[in-house]
């Protein structure tokens, strides 16, 4: 009894320490210099835009875009889109735009580790209530 209940909160420390492990991202090797080149950020309207964003535009004629900065200038913001099973660049003048908003592409990341974290503290919770009350 006592080492199913150890069991179980050990689980429950791995399942729900992990998922803030997993958000780290890669571990630099030692000795490796990562080189960072400096991106050309430009600020348009409130936002500050820099190559690698993705963005939801809204053109003056009503259409939405959305998609990755691939190159921005003070005359020219670059997209690239999906369409179908290609990528397509699409250039945009200051004047064609009528607004913009950052997209944040690690949301959806973070969402599915807050229900995977909170899955583990679920089935750990069984597990000891469980063998609490002598079912396993």
Do not use: C
């Not at 006592?2 to 320490?17: C, G, K, P, T, Y």
Request: proline share 4%; charged share 25%; no cysteine.
């Amino acid at each position: 009894m006592r080492q199913v209940m150890l069991m179980a909160v050990l689980a429950s420390v791995v399942f729900i320490a992990a998922p803030g492990a997993w958000t780290q991202g890669p571990v630099p090797l030692p000795g490796r210099q990562e080189e960072k080149v400096a991106a050309e950020q430009v600020r348009i309207g409130s936002v500050t835009v820099s190559a690698g964003m993705t963005l939801e535009v809204h053109l003056k004629k009503g259409k939405k875009i959305r998609g990755r900065v691939s190159r921005v200038t003070e005359n020219e913001l670059e997209l690239q889109t999906l369409s179908g099973d290609r990528i397509e660049k699409r250039k945009i003048t200051p004047s064609d735009l009528k607004s913009l908003k950052r997209l944040d592409p690690d949301q959806n990341r973070t969402q599915r580790y807050l229900v995977a974290g909170l899955g583990a503290g679920l089935a750990t919770l069984t597990v000891i209530i469980l063998a609490a009350v002598g079912a396993l």
